[in-house]
């Protein structure tokens, strides 16, 4: 597995915000990924300062919130962009022109997988599946699905995006 790197240096007003956020699970080491949705929200990114305020309100041990946060596969270390484009890797979309669809995102957003764009708005990930595999090939952005595309209609989808007309 590939280790990411910290990348963030948080606002001091954010890290307040994490302690307050983490200090009312003191010693509540099963309520971890409870306290990291809950900070997710107001961070740009699971950083190393992040991950220290958490573990030290938590009673935790900063490696253990590390190894928390880089195990599941919607959370990160690195700063992500304001629309979060997922796209199916599994059989079903890549038979039915996944690759089609990812040409056209990159494409229109000069990234590949992984990357996120200059003006972080577009961060493209590959994920295992979506759960819609009757309208592959799918992607989702942020927490809507589309489904039954194309390299034009991806296209079209992502110019929406990019003018915030969604």
Not at 70 to 98: D, Q
Not at 112 to 118: A, D, R
């Amino acid at each position: 597995m590939k280790q990411e790197i910290y990348s963030h240096t948080t606002s001091q007003s954010a890290l307040v915000r994490v302690a307050e956020i983490s200090a009312r699970y003191r010693n509540r080491p099963d309520k971890l990924m409870d306290v990291i949705l809950a900070v997710q929200k107001v961070v740009p990114s699971m950083a190393e300062d992040v991950a220290a305020v958490i573990a030290r309100e938590m009673g935790l041990m900063q490696n253990e919130v590390y190894s928390f946060i880089t195990f599941y596969g919607l959370l990160s270390v690195k700063e992500k962009g304001k629309y979060i484009i997922r796209m199916c890797n599994n059989a079903p979309c890549h038979v039915r022109g996944a690759r089609a669809v990812m040409d056209a995102i990159s494409d229109t957003l000069k990234i590949g997988v992984g990357e996120t764009t200059q003006d972080r708005r577009f961060t493209v990930e590959l994920c295992p599946c979506l759960g819609i595999c009757d309208v592959s090939p799918a992607i989702m952005i942020n927490d809507k699905t589309y489904g039954n595309l194309t390299y034009d209609s991806t296209q079209a989808l992502i110019k929406r995006y990019i003018r915030e007309d969604v």
